[in-house]
């Protein structure tokens, strides 16, 4: 038994302690299948009174073993499913074999980890923070196969059951207590033990059931026949396509196996739950959300995506990086006050200088207003919420930021301004201070000229609103140092954000090929193409919004200022100034004064008292004409970010498939079923896709046109992997 050790204590209580030899943390996976069955032919022949299931680890259980799901293929369908229902096999053994069998919870349980547990009579957890119990298989495109679906709602009923199933909510020991998932806490890992043993003692001599295999049991609520739940099953699968825009067939599968598990009997449940689970694991939704939202982002948490000197510099300190005690920000605005907030929250102290104090202390006000908020919702306490404001110190004098690690400005979008910014912050700063821009547009090699130490400049692009958006867009200069890109690294994971990183180029990866993304819809506009099919055609290619509202909220003005700023760029360096279809949509929007949401009304009206909708004079100014298929106009919007994200990735913009990937779903909102912009291609497999990309080219312009790599991809029909 490799996973599983099983030990006897005096009482005559078998201890089966989860201990995988190879990870850090036990997970579902053949080796604990296998240890399991052992462990149960053992003591079907063994004499002993009760069971406790613990850890030896940190965690309780980590879950499934997300390599061997991913391996997971079509072809070994029927494989997979034999497996599962063996191992499940097991779990319904352990509670039905009649002895009191207990899960003693020192950590995390989430996944297969919570699923086993739930196959335990009685259910203790220590009431610390780091204990997790949760299903969070859904955001990945999974659900929960090894009982979950079956277990939850026996035990909770179908509608309290079903926010852990379809939304992956993870809650700590009290709320787990309060909400019935877990029968009892304990201060620390000695109480958890004794009242293990207590539980096992005390029902020694009993044939212990669980509630569903009780005589007379019914489910909480009533299953799927009941009335009481005939609004539940009206309205869940109409959210549910809300949400999804049928993009991830996981909730929906997830739905129907607790539907139509809760009317048939356990084990025919579970074989339905089986079969559902096997096919998403063998879909290739699971495997892009896996690949990048896993694997890929793991790897970026552990720096994959530093250059190998940077890497270490990462890792001094016996892999400890030093955290950054005090920072400065220049600028007050809008990205100003929302990564102070940000800052201050995870503990770092923020000096927030603006023109004037006045400005300054109204950027602070943003962190009021939202912790007030959160005050109310009672998601934080009045003392936690006073010690985040105190650490922001509003100011207007440069002279705050003596003794600041690192310095963000975030001043208006403008060159001269953001190098007296620079030089003025300079002046305090010790020569070891890192300065960053947070300029969304504006070459980094170029602003760090206005820099004594450009080896120490560097770009951290955050995202609106700064404090929520979890992506942060690290451009390299040419001259940024390889320690400079360490520290900001270590910063940006300190803050609890996620780091890409890129090199330095116009509009950097995220600005350039979100600016695509709104291009193609302002573009299709102008064609004549139906707004409302524009946005609808968006949304149900799973984007989080439309291109024109989108652009609405970015503005026009900003749209054409940035344009504009290219082209004097272009022209100056004496390059050809590319036009795109959009140009002129936009300009005829501006010169009808309709700039957005900011300037009162763009593409959208926003009427104070009901909800935005579509601008009704753009029937008149954009006339409609033959319309083109549906699907056309949905990839065109998924065709052209992807095929930009990989000139990004052909001009060393990207330095990796990886950063493509989480970049484009966590910074500008490229759809996470498709696995990000690049695992698009891949997974529409990269001759179909650029034999489409030839045929968008003929109808709608050269943009899409593929380029290089692509071509070579397809003769290779070959996936674009990191190496
Ligand atoms: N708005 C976005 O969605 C977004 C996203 C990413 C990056 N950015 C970039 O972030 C920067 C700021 O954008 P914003 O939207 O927060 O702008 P904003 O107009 O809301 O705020 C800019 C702030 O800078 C202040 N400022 C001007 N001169 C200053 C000086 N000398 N010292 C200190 N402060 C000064 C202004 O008073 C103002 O409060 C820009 O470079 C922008 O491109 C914006």
Request: aromatic fraction near 8%.
């Amino acid at each position: 038994m490799k996973s599983i050790r099983l030990e006897k204590d005096s009482d005559n209580i078998i201890h089966l302690i989860l201990d995988n030899p190879n990870a850090s943390a036990n997970v579902m996976d053949r080796d604990f299948a296998v240890s399991l069955r052992e462990a149960a032919e053992r003591l079907k022949k063994d004499d002993y009174v009760g069971i406790i299931v613990r850890s030896a680890k940190k965690t309780f259980f980590a879950g499934g073993d997300l390599n061997w799901l991913y391996a997971a293929d079509r072809e070994e369908a029927a494989e997979f499913f034999a497996y599962c229902e063996a191992l499940k096999a097991e779990l319904r053994w352990l509670e039905s074999h009649g002895k009191p069998v207990v899960a003693a919870i020192n950590g995390a349980a989430l996944g297969g980890g919570w699923e086993l547990a739930l196959s335990c009579h009685h259910r203790i957890a220590i009431d610390s923070p780091a204990v997790k119990i949760g299903l969070p298989e859904v955001t990945l495109g999974l659900l929960p196969g090894g009982g979950g679906c079956v277990r939850m709602p026996r035990l909770l009923g179908m509608q309290n059951a079903l926010p852990y199933l379809l939304e992956g909510k993870q809650v700590g020991p009290q709320q787990a207590l309060e909400a019935g998932l877990i029968h009892q806490t304990a201060k620390d890992a000695d109480e958890l033990l004794e009242h293990a043993r207590a539980f096992v003692l005390a029902n020694a001599d009993t044939e212990v059931q669980q509630p569903w295999d009780q005589p007379g049991y019914r489910m909480p609520g009533g299953d799927a026949r009941n009335p009481k739940n005939a609004q539940l099953l009206v309205v869940a699968p109409a959210m549910l396509q809300q949400k999804t825009k049928g993009c991830f067939p996981a909730p929906e599968a997830i739905l129907a196996t607790v539907v139509e598990g809760s009317q048939v009997d356990f084990d025919t449940a579970s074989r339905i739950e089986s079969r559902y689970f096997v096919e998403l694991a063998c879909g290739q939704v699971a495997k892009n959300m896996i690949g990048t939202l896993w694997f890929g982002l793991n790897a970026i948490k552990s720096g994959a995506s530093l250059p190998e000197a940077a890497r270490s510099s990462l890792s001094k300190n016996d892999g400890e990086t030093t955290p950054l005690r005090r920072i400065g920000i220049l600028g007050a605005g809008m990205m100003g006050a929302g990564i102070a907030y940000a800052c201050a929250s995870k503990g770092v102290e923020v000096v927030l200088k603006d023109v004037s104090l006045e400005a300054a202390e109204k950027g602070k006000g943003y962190a009021e207003k939202s912790l007030q908020k959160r005050l109310q919702r009672g998601r934080i306490d009045e003392p936690r919420m006073q010690a985040i404001l105190s650490r922001i110190q509003p100011t207007d004098s440069a002279a705050e930021l003596e003794g600041c690690e690192l310095v963000i400005e975030a001043v208006f979008e403008d060159r001269e301004l953001k190098a007296k910014v620079t030089a003025e912050a300079e002046e305090q700063l010790a020569d070891s201070a890192v300065f960053a821009s947070n300029t969304s547009t504006l070459p980094i090699t170029g602003l760090a000229k206005a820099s004594q130490r450009p080896k120490n400049f560097i770009g951290l692009h955050f995202f609106s609103p700064a404090d929520k958006m979890p992506l942060v867009e690290i451009i390299c200069g040419e001259q940024t140092s390889d320690e400079t890109l360490a520290r900001a690294f270590a910063f940006v994971l300190q803050i609890g954000k996620t780091p890409i990183v890129v090199n330095d180029s116009r509009g950097f990866f995220t600005s350039r090929v979100f600016g695509c993304f709104t291009n193609e819809g302002i573009a299709m506009l102008g064609e004549g193409v139906d707004p409302a099919t524009i946005e609808s055609a968006a949304a149900l290619a799973g984007f989080p919004v439309g291109p024109l509202a989108v652009s609405d909220e970015v503005s026009l003005t900003l749209m054409s200022k940035i344009r504009q700023q290219t082209i004097n760029d272009l022209q100056r360096e004496g390059q050809p100034v590319p036009s795109h279809p959009a140009d002129k949509v936009i300009d005829h929007m501006l010169e009808l004064g309709r700039a957005g949401k900011a300037a009162g009304g763009g593409f959208y009206s926003y009427p104070e008292d009901a909800k935005k909708h579509l601008w009704q004079g753009l029937a008149k100014e954009f006339p409609a004409g033959e319309q083109p298929p549906f699907e056309d106009v949905k990839e065109r919007l998924l065709f052209i970010m992807a095929i930009e994200t990989l000139r990004c990735y052909e001009e060393q913009v990207l330095r990796s498939v990886r950063d493509a990937n989480i970049g484009s779903i966590f910074g500008i909102g490229f759809p996470p079923w498709t696995g990000g912009a690049l695992q698009y291609i891949n997974q529409y497999g990269p001759e179909a896709f650029a034999q489409r990309a030839r045929e968008l080219a003929e109808q709608y312009g050269d943009r899409f046109a593929p380029p290089q790599t692509l071509v070579q991809m397809a003769e290779a029909n070959l996936p674009l992997t990191d190496q």
